[in-house]
T-cell receptor, first 114, second 111 residues
């Protein structure tokens, strides 16, 4: 079956702009989580959506937001981009609120802010 | 504050020998621990997990050990193979399905 699809793969934006990243989970998966990966910090949890509802949120400023649609596809938005937002953004889906072994990650979107 | 720490950024091991990757955590409320493997340009893939009520879980060449009193987790790979060369992340689950990841250890298995 198709894996988790993230688009676009690469993105270059200017400081102050906003960006929207997209994630299509595995068919049938209703839980989608987003992570930010940076070299020094590893994977930092952004938020989790389950059946269109945000169930959990990490310690990120309000500039980071997301949503989930009825077909379980999810988007995350970052407004007023800062240089420090440059990172790999990973989306993970699971069948339900799994304990982790049900997580399947996408290949990520590499965001560069200049 | 980093609740899950991997203090070794890199590790090199000869093919056929044992690879031991370590992870420390601070939150005693974590109830599930996992290891993920990541190749360049790919997302992490799940490798093995362990519940906090156990101290060992084995899956083929991979064994995870949990020492709750020391708040320490380790992954043993025996025997190591060149295809195991990747970045390994340990992760821990807190209440509400929120996962905390370490910063990763880059493993190189030398043929």
């Amino acid at each position: 079956k198709a894996g988790v699809t993230q688009t676009p793969r690469y993105l270059i934006k200017t400081r102050g702009q906003q960006v929207t990243l997209s994630c299509s989970p595995i068919s049938g998966h209703r839980s989608v989580s987003w992570y930010q990966q940076t070299p020094g910090q590893g994977l930092q949890f952004l938020f989790e959506y389950f059946s269109e509802t945000q169930r959990n949120k990490g310690n990120f400023p309000g500039r980071f937001s997301g949503r989930q649609f009825s077909n379980s596809r999810s988007e995350m938005n970052v407004s007023t981009l800062e240089l420090g937002d440059s990172a790999l953004y990973l989306c993970a889906s699971s069948l339900e609120r799994a304990r982790g072994y049900g997580y399947t990650f996408g290949s990520g979107t590499r965001l560069t802010v200049v | 504050d980093q609740q899950v720490k991997q203090n070794s950024p890199s590790l090199s091991v000869q093919e056929g020998r044992i690879s031991i990757l370590n992870c420390d955590y601070t939150n005693s409320m974590f109830d599930y621990f996992l290891w993920y493997k990541k190749y360049p340009a790919e997302g992490p893939t799940f490798l093995i997990s362990i519940s906090s009520i156990k101290d060992k879980n084995e899956d083929g060449r991979f064994t995870v050990f949990l020492n709750k009193s020391a708040k320490h987790l380790s992954l043993h790979i025996v025997p190591s193979q060149p295809g195991d060369s990747a970045v390994y992340f340990c992760a821990a689950r807190a209440f509400g399905n929120q996962f905390y990841f370490g910063t990763g250890t880059s493993l190189t298995v030398i043929p």
